[in-house]
T-cell receptor, first 111, second 116 residues
Framework: DAKTTQPNSMESNEEEPVHLPCNHSTISGTDYIHWYRQLPSQGPEYVIHGLTSNVNNRMASLAIAEDRKSSTLILHRATLRDAAVYYCILSKARNDYKLSFGAGTTVTVRA | DAGVTQSPTHLIKTRGQHVTLRCSPISGHKSVSWYQQVLGQGPQFIFQYYEKEERGRGNFPDRFSARQFPNYSSELNVNALLLGDSALYLC???????????????FGDGTRLSIL
């Protein structure tokens, strides 16, 4: 299975943007890039996903490199509620029911 | 609209016992997946069911089993509990059998299982 690489942790100040990088150099042409986050004592929460083009929704933006070997999740204005573990996951067409979670990036937001 | 609901929220069992965990998917979702999350790690895939049939199974022993009912709710059963089964068990639902990778999953807040 194609793997993703994320930094272990990142810190941000409240109301500043947060850019979370993810490397996926072995991505295949049909893999979607998904992001989930997990707040303390809760289940993972879907954030955003994309294939080739950049994507925006009410929670975040996803910027995908032209060669698709990396992507960046952008939280435009971090709030204390955005403190969570963020997971970058490749969803494969053959078995997209199976999400392979890594260790993720722990995001800390300073007031 | 209600999200994915799981019951119970917490459970304490002893070694050797069995346990049944329950999950109700989001209305209209026909696919249910189960994950195990040990403290400090990311969730690990256990099972996926779609239209009452098992579509996928992770690397878990036969002590773990599941089923899906006509209303798309699901049960996860674990027999002969071991101390290592202590974990957060998560249920996720999605619309259907996508097969494209273009389908997000929506998680419940899990059942915290503690084995004494």
């Amino acid at each position: 299975d194609a793997k993703t690489t994320q930094p272990n942790s990142m810190e941000s100040n409240e109301e500043e943007p947060v850019h979370l990088p993810c490397n996926h150099s072995t991505i295949s042409g049909t893999d979607y890039i998904h992001w989930y986050r997990q707040l303390p004592s809760q289940g993972p929460e879907y954030v955003i996903h994309g294939l080739t083009s950049n994507v925006n929704n009410r929670m975040a933006s996803l910027a995908i490199a032209e060669d698709r070997k990396s992507s960046t999740l952008i939280l435009h204005r971090a709030t204390l509620r955005d403190a969570a573990v963020y997971y970058c996951i490749l969803s494969k067409a053959r078995n997209d029911y199976k999400l392979s979670f890594g260790a993720g990036t722990t995001v800390t937001v300073r007031a | 609209d209600a999200g994915v609901t799981q019951s119970p929220t917490h459970l304490i069992k002893t070694r050797g016992q069995h346990v049944t965990l329950r999950c109700s998917p989001i209305s209209g979702h026909k696919s249910v997946s189960w994950y195990q999350q040990v403290l400090g790690q990311g969730p690990q895939f256990i099972f996926q069911y779609y239209e009452k049939e098992e579509r996928g199974r992770g690397n878990f022993p036969d002590r773990f089993s599941a089923r899906q009912f006509p209303n798309y709710s699901s049960e996860l059963n674990v027999n002969a509990l071991l101390l290592g089964d202590s974990a957060l068990y998560l249920c996720a639902s999605s619309l259907g059998a996508s097969g494209t990778g273009n389908q997000p999953q929506h998680f419940g807040d899990g059942t915290r299982l503690s084995i004494l």
